[in-house]
């Protein structure tokens, strides 16, 4: 064996190196390569893969990129209203849910249809604007918010964003 193939933390460090040159093309979660490149490291349309990435944590922080960049924001929740009325060109389909409780006190669990796309784009209608959004942010109270709003528009924005 040579030095370059024995030596584990080179081997290591190359790997990841390797890795976050090309992150943009696979699941954060499971490593699956998307059908295209994208601009940023997201998850795959795998319901596993957006559970792990809405309820566990994984991923960017809502709060942080509005404040960061509330152009690119803006951008991407108007493409994806844009692309939830035109069917053909929403994937990957989000698979976010969420529970509530009714007005009878019985939990209910809420997520999107992905016969209907449209539903999507009717919630981030809803969405108030990104100045109010980074208003929202800087008070702590976002989320709230949001869930306020349509229980499922947190979650929905923190998958596209």
């Not at 190196?17 to 490593?31: A, F, G, H, L, N």
């Not at 404040?67 to 994806?80: E, G, K, N, Y």
């Not at 209608?125 to 947190?154: A, V, W």
């Amino acid at each position: 064996l040579d030095e370059n193939t024995s030596n584990l933390l080179l081997l290591t460090l190359r790997y990841v190196k390797q890795r976050m040159e090309v992150s943009t093309r696979y699941c954060i979660v499971c490593d699956k390569p998307h059908p295209i490149q994208l601009l940023k490291p997201v998850v795959c349309s795998d319901d596993l893969c957006n559970f792990q990435f809405t309820n566990m944590g994984l991923g960017i922080n809502v709060e942080n990129e509005i404040l960061r960049s509330p152009q690119a924001c803006d951008l991407v929740i108007m493409m994806t209203t844009a692309a939830s009325f035109s069917a053909k060109h929403f994937e990957p389909f989000p698979s976010v849910e969420t529970s509530v409780t009714n007005a009878q006190g019985k939990v209910v669990k809420m997520s999107f249809d992905r016969s209907k796309p449209r539903e999507v784009g009717e919630i981030l209608q809803k969405c108030p604007s990104i100045h109010k959004m980074t208003d929202f942010t800087k008070k702590g109270i976002l989320r709230e918010e949001l869930e306020n709003i349509h229980p499922l528009l947190y979650k929905l924005l923190r998958w596209i964003i």
